[in-house]
């Protein structure tokens, strides 16, 4: 999607300082960190949400959710907590599908 900022952050029409990198996914710091570590991971389709996932595009993020641990311990962390802010009701403010993943002194997300 032309328009959308982490479509040309993982096109690297937007330069980014990646943190993990694969066919699938990409992981950047957060602008705006809420923890001693926040990346967002997200996928290099355009899926707009958790509500956006189907049949054909499914196994993205599944395969997402499987690389959060492997994005952690390359990073050096030893647990992370996972936050998928989903529709305008999710406080989703970036409506392309984003995981947060942060680790240490957490400011988001209870
Ligand atoms: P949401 O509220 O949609 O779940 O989270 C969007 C996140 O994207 C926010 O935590 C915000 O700080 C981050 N963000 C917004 N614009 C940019 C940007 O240009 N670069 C990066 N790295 N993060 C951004
Ligand atoms: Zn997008």
């Known amino acids: 999607m032309t328009d959308c900022l982490f479509c040309k ?4 029409d937007i330069p980014t300082d990646i943190k993990y990198e694969d066919e699938h996914i990409i992981a950047f710091p957060d602008i705006n960190p809420k923890a ?3 990346l967002l991971v ?4 355009h899926i707009i ?15 997402l959710i ?10 050096g962390l030893s647990g992370f907590r996972t936050i998928f802010n989903s529709g305008k009701d999710g406080g989703q403010e970036v ?10 002194n957490i400011k988001f997300g209870g």
């Open 42 to 45: 997200i996928p290099k389709l």
């Open 49 to 63: 949400n958790l509500m956006d996932i189907n049949d054909e595009n499914q196994h993205i993020i599944t395969h």
């Open 9 to 12: 952050i993982a096109s690297k």
């Open 36 to 38: 001693d570590v926040h």
């Open 66 to 75: 499987r690389k959060l641990p492997v994005i952690a311990e390359k990073n």
């Open 95 to 104: 409506f392309h599908l984003h995981a947060h993943l942060l680790a240490g």
